[in-house]
């Protein structure tokens, strides 16, 4: 049995390793392959991301001076609706004046009391709409996290205990070094003791 068993070896040997040798010419052909294909693609894809930042440079640049038109002319806008508001009181109290009317004298009190408020201004977007080239705002919270205001909020209940993430690793390193003595409030150190067996058990 032991004869065949290596005469089959044998012969199967030389098949193997020739297969083993073609997937390691084939593997070592994929990864010059995929490294000059990476080369080639690198100055794409940083000159595709250039354009992009350039893009939204200038998207951000064209929404600022949309909004500071529309601030300016908002401002127009209230200063308009105020010179209208003061007209009319002015007439009404002219008219007060003339007839005697107590009424119209009030309500042109009345109407200088109120605040002004003119309707919205709306300038519209001024970045052309290109074919192909959508913006999406996709919004995130900055990395640096005051962690102690954040830490405060979650504990008056004003923010959702999911917004702490519990630093476990470093709990438990801090339970090693303190042989869990430590005391960190609203942490509870407790032993996971365990068996270690080193040497056969009899």
């Known amino acids: 049995m032991k004869f065949l068993r290596t005469q089959i070896h044998e012969w199967f040997a030389p ?6 040798e073609t997937k390691r010419t084939a593997e070592v052909a994929r990864k010059g392959l995929a490294t000059e ?9 940083a000159a595709e991301q250039h354009l992009r930042r350039m893009l939204l440079a200038w998207e951000a640049s064209q929404e600022e001076m949309r909004r500071d038109q ?10 308009r609706a ?3 508001v003061l007209d009319v009181a002015a007439a009404l ?11 119209q004298r009030q309500e042109a009190l009345d109407l200088l009391a109120q605040p002004v408020e003119a309707p919205a ?14 913006y999406r705002d996709c919004w995130k919270a900055h990395p640096k996290v005051d962690i102690r205001v954040l830490a405060a909020a979650v504990g008056a209940g004003t923010v959702p205990v999911a917004f702490l993430d519990v630093n476990m690793p470093a709990l438990n390193q801090y339970a090693r070094a303190t042989h869990g003595a430590g005391v960190v409030p609203g942490v509870r150190f407790w032993n996971d003791r ?7 058990m009899t």
């Open 15 to 20: 098949h193997l390793e020739a297969v083993q």
């Open 37 to 45: 294909q990476t080369k080639m693609e690198a100055p794409l894809i």
């Open 70 to 79: 529309e601030r300016a002319l908002q401002v127009i806008a209230q200063a």
């Open 82 to 84: 105020e010179t209208v």
């Open 93 to 103: 109290e002219t008219e007060a004046a003339r007839t005697g009317d107590l009424d």
């Open 121 to 134: 201004v709306s300038v519209a977007a001024l970045t052309p709409k290109i074919r192909g080239i959508t």
């Open 194 to 200: 365990q068996i270690a067996v080193t040497t056969p």
